[in-house]
């Protein structure tokens, strides 16, 4: 035996040495591992005793890993998996090790007013996923976890029916954090539950004392630049919450309704290009409008100086209006009358007439061109009340117009309105009131009720308004083309969300950062008494920030005025004494608050992340405010990439909402719910569903995807439990064969391994976890289920236990077990710690997650390997469709090859001209196989022919060859073996040679 198998490795290595000039090494040092046959008899008779009686020599699957979990075993398990595990420990463990390079995810928070939902996580496990794959692959992982804990919403949740009557600042502070703080843990323990991988013990708050300071430093640098001003101006106001809003705390409900109305400006003075023009007398102007309650408040109307206009008359009434060509005959439409135009002119004909205000006596408007008219609607003619409108008012900084306004905070016209309309409310009776000012008049011409989009407050779902006021702004405007320069520099994935973020950036002209709140930090300004004027500077502000950094803000509340503004500070400032001056009540928006966030968590001396990730709707919020505020202070982005995820929505592709019922709460995902069909899947088949969808648009979640991740990782852990069952007693320190050593199939196995590894690196690198899945369900089906372990049963159950061929195979198994566990743990810690508990070739107690990322060597990199392994495939394949749906096992195979590569490829794998147990007789799973160089002219009449080609193609396409196989196949005249039940026994009663060694060995 020994022998044999010496002369047979000696006699591989001289012919490949001698040919090594043509295959540049091919397969050098490859051994062979065929067996010599040997006879004998098994001793039994009987079939079936005698397979009874080798039962116990055959080396079957053993492991206790269980196959599937379920119920309140799967979720204790998970439990107890975090815990023997070390998930608590990992975060803090991976800090302190010696690492070359950083990984910094900055975590947006999560906003602290309500339970942890399928957004979050979402959100949170994607970041997990890649922040495991990092720590994993040695990266020192820095991700500290935040929430946005100030502003309006928790504000009204903390105060409830409350409302603010009677509480003072202070205690609505206090409320509002015993709000948060509650919140903040309940979302906590979720995210823990999930397996998510943080610095727990120290996150971030942006009620925290040293973030508010960080903040204000912020707020200081920027005041200090000049980016930061105080303006009158109007803004969307929320009545409802008495606050102003920015444009991401407004929704837009498409099916308001309002009361649009036409109504006429009679022309005082005829603009002096029209006046040379007959018949002109008694024009008006005709306006649309669908906020009537403006009216009192018109300063102008406007016209677009390169339009057509007309003066029509009315058939009905005689009538003469101006309104622009291209509406006149919608508008005739409307009227129900014909329009018979008297004279056309162009908008810049119109410069300098004026108009008579229909509803304030004596009261005369312009009439001023505008860029922002339209004609898509209305008349063409645009009533301009620059409080309450944005275009309106930049028409009025232009032309000096007067901006006051005439409704008050709640949202009802102020005695400036006029004694009719005081102290109605402006959207309902106050519009009413107006509308019958109008008609009075004679200035009505047509009501209509029109459906439209309008902003509404996204927390009281009430509509805004928008009025003047004096507030804070940043302006936006001089930052955004540094901003943009800053995001060229920027990845974003994926990369058409880079247009958005762009538009976004457009949009916004100016960003008003006040609000007239108590939840949150304070604007750090003082007002004069008499003046108004406010008191800001940077010794000022360094001052308060101290003072926050020692005592929190509450102390802006609870402080005199003279320890905010002590007497060194007032000198610096060069102001007067400090009775002079009273405390301002605004507080920051909480888009600044957490925009600020780079500054407040992010490690010096470069506060730059590499990677943001959150969803589309981020894009003008927090990806935004973060980028302006770190643009303004230090002329760069704080993050490298950008990582633009989806919403989660139903089953059914519908927004998730309490009213629709089809909410799925991430709790009663993983630990069951009252109805059974909501069954407990536990946190990794959370994971798994976040891991498989394309999370780059709307994932869909709902009983389908959740059983359909249930059942891929049942799949999963049937391969996981089959490739453990293998390795029982098998100890790849001691036994592992080296990969030279190894069956040309197992170290094609390694190749593919590696193969599989470099592709799912470069996914996670992609921030493409449903590659990664793709790729191992691929990997499982296709290279290992239907056709590794096809193979391999034979020589794992039946070879001896510690031949070099079983040794080889599970030196392979432990390989793809170790690499398939490491590749899916970043999805699925749960299972994959679970497997390395019961995984061999380490020491009790240590942890997949402390052992690094898939160790792939390039010695499985074998040239020549691939194709000897692929073409034996290619002919397998022929062989057996040419016996199609028998048992290959029942059949001897000739293979013919003339001389030539593929020749001797094919006798790397099979020494010996014929074999039951060469390498490729294994692969071909046929009962024997002959190798030749043509077919037998003898063969049996009931031979089955066929040929076929295989394309060899080496070193990069330098050697191409293309090469013909014919095979003939012949029922095997051999009998079953007994024991390893292949086709390879002398007679029915006798083991065949391989198992007859085996048995006597035993
Ligand atoms: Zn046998």
């Known amino acids: 035996m020994l022998f044999c198998r010496v002369s047979a490795v000696s006699q591989t290595l001289v012919r490949w040495g001698r040919r090594s000039h043509r295959g540049g090494g091919l397969l050098r040092g490859a051994v062979s591992f065929s ?45 107890e998996i975090q815990k023997e595990c070390g998930f608590a ?8 090790r010696k690492a070359k390079r950083e990984f910094c995810l900055h975590d947006g928070p999560p906003y602290a007013n309500g339970d942890a939902h399928v957004g979050h996580a979402l959100n949170k496990i994607l970041k997990d996923i890649r922040n495991r794959f990092e720590m994993l692959r040695g990266r020192q992982v820095h991700f500290i976890p935040g929430w946005d804990c100030h502003g309006l919403p ?10 603010t009557s009677g509480l003072s600042p202070l205690q609505i502070r206090q409320k509002a954090r015993e709000f948060a703080e509650g919140a903040i843990a309940r979302q906590k323990a979720a995210f823990q539950r999930w397996g998510v991988i943080a610095d727990w013990d120290h996150c971030y ?25 105080q303006d009158y101006k109007p803004v969307f106001w929320s009545p409802s919450s008495r606050t102003a809003l920015a444009e991401a705390e407004l929704e837009y409900n498409p099916d308001h309704v309002s009361r649009a109305i036409y109504a006429t400006f009679p022309l005082t003075t005829l603009p002096p290009k029209m006046a040379s023009e007959k018949g002109l007398e008694g024009v008006s102007v005709l306006v649309w ?18 339009s057509q206009y007309s003066v029509v008359k009315r058939a009905d009434n005689s009538q003469l209006l101006l309104v622009a060509t291209d509406r006149a005959a919608s508008i005739a439409a409307l009227l129900g009358t014909e329009l018979q ?8 004909q119109l410069e300098g007439g004026l108009c008579k205000h229909p509803t304030i006596p004596d009261k005369e408007v312009p009439l001023l061109p505008a860029n922002h008219v339209t004609m898509a609607k209305g008349t063409g003619l645009v009533h301009t009340a620059p ?3 944005m275009d309106d008012y930049s028409v009025a900084s232009q032309f000096k117009l007067s901006v006051e306004c005439t409704v008050d905070e709640d949202g009802k016209f102020n005695e400036l309105a006029g004694p009719e309309l005081h102290s109605l409310s402006v959207m309902t009776e106050g519009t009413d009131k107006v509308i019958s000012m109008l008609k009075e008049c004679g200035a009505l011409v047509k009501e209509e009720q029109c459906v439209h989009s309008y902003p509404y407050d996204w927390r009281t779902k009430q509509p805004v308004v928008i009025r003047p006021s004096k507030q804070w702004f940043i302006n936006t405007a001089s930052l955004k083309d540094k901003a943009k320069e800053a995001l060229q520099k920027v990845r974003v994935l994926p990369e058409s969300a880079r247009s958005s973020l762009l538009a976004m950036l457009d949009k916004r002209t100016y960003w008003c950062i006040s609000r007239q709140r108590s939840w949150g930090v304070p604007i750090p300004v003082f007002y004069h008494r008499e003046t108004g004027e406010a008191l800001i500077n940077k010794h000022t502000v360094s001052h308060i920030a101290e003072l926050f950094k020692e005592k929190g803000c509450d102390c802006w509340w609870e402080l005199p005025v003279e320890a905010l503004l002590p007497p060194e500070v007032l000198k610096k400032s060069n102001a007067g004494p400090v009775t002079d001056y009273i405390r301002g009540e605004d507080v920051l928006d909480i888009w600044f608050d957490s925009g600020a966030s780079w500054a407040a968590v992010l490690g010096e001396p470069d506060p730059r992340a590499d990677v943001y990730v959150e969803g589309k709707d981020q894009l003008g919020g927090w990806f935004q405010s973060s980028l302006l505020t770190s643009v303004a202070v230090r002329n760069k982005a704080p993050y490298k990439s950008l990582v633009v995820h989806g919403f989660a929505v139903s089953e059914h592709g519908e927004k998730m909402s309490k009213s629709l019922g089809n909410v799925v709460d991430p709790d009663t995902v993983i630990n069951g719910g009252k109805d059974p069909s909501m069954p407990a899947y536990g946190a990794d088949v959370l994971r798994w569903w976040v891991a498989e969808s394309n999370v780059f648009s709307e994932v869909q979640i709902g009983p389908t995807a959740l059983n359909s991740a249930r059942d891929s990782i049942s799949k999963l852990r049937n391969t996981l439990k089959f490739l453990l069952g293998n390795l029982q007693g098998f100890d790849p320190r001691a036994q592992a064969v080296d990969p030279k050593q190894m ?7 390694l190749h593919l391994l590696r193969e599989f590894s470099i592709k799912v690196t470069d996914a996670y690198s992609e921030f493409d976890a449903s590659r990664v899945i793709r790729i191992l369900q691929a990997f499982i089906s296709r290279d290992l289920s239907s056709f590794y372990f096809s193979i391999i049963k034979d020589r794992l159950y039946c070879d001896s236990e510690d031949s070099l061929g079983r040794r080889s195979c599970q030196t392979a198994l432990e390989e793809i077990l170790d690499g398939v566990t490491r590749s899916i743990a970043p999805v699925l810690p749960h299972v994959a710690e679970e497997v390395y508990l019961y995984a061999p070739g380490h020491d009790k107690g240590e942890t997949l997650f402390k052992s690094g990322w898939i160790k792939s060597s390039s010695v499985w990199r074998r040239p020549g390997l691939e194709e000897a392994v692929e073409g034996a495939c290619a002919i397998r394949d022929s062989f057996l469709s040419s016996i199609p749906g028998k048992n290959a096992a029942q059949y001897d195979l000739t293979i013919a090859i003339e001389p030539g590569l593929l020749f001797e490829l094919m006798e790397s794998l099979q020494e010996e001209p014929t074999s039951t147990s060469s390498q490729l007789a294994e692969l071909m799973m046929a009962a024997r196989v002959n190798l030749t160089s043509e077919l037998p002219r003898d063969l049996p009449p009931d031979t089955l022919l066929s040929h076929g080609t295989f394309l060899i193609n080496l070193e990069g396409g330098v050697i191409r060859e293309d090469s013909a196989y014919s095979l003939a196949v012949v029922p095997t005249s051999a009998a079953r073996c007994p024991r390893c039940r292949r086709y390879t026994a002398e007679s029915a009663d006798c083991l065949c040679p391989r198992c007859q060694t085996v048995v006597s060995q035993a």
């Open 35 to 79: 067996s010599s046959r040997c006879h004998g008899s098994a001793q039994p008779t009987e079939t079936d005793s005698a397979q009874g009686l080798y039962r116990d020599t055959v080396l079957l699957p053993r492991t206790d890993f269980p196959m599937k979990l379920s119920g309140q075993k799967l979720l204790d398990r998970e439990l």
């Open 205 to 229: 708050y942006t009620y925290d004392a040293a973030y508010e300071a960080a903040q204000l430093n912020v707020f200081q640098e920027m005041h200090s630049k000049g980016l930061i001003y």
């Open 154 to 163: 928790i504000e009204l949740k903390a105060l409830g029916e409350l409302g």
């Open 387 to 389: 409080a309450h409108g």
């Open 289 to 306: 409008t669908t906020q009537p309650w403006t009216i009192p408040a018109n300063q102008a109307v406007c016209y677009m100086p390169s």
């Open 89 to 96: 420990d990992l975060y803090s463990w991976q800090r302190e």
């Open 743 to 749: 069956h040309y199939i197992d170290q094609y196995m």
């Open 341 to 348: 135009s008297v004279g056309t002119f162009t908008g810049s």
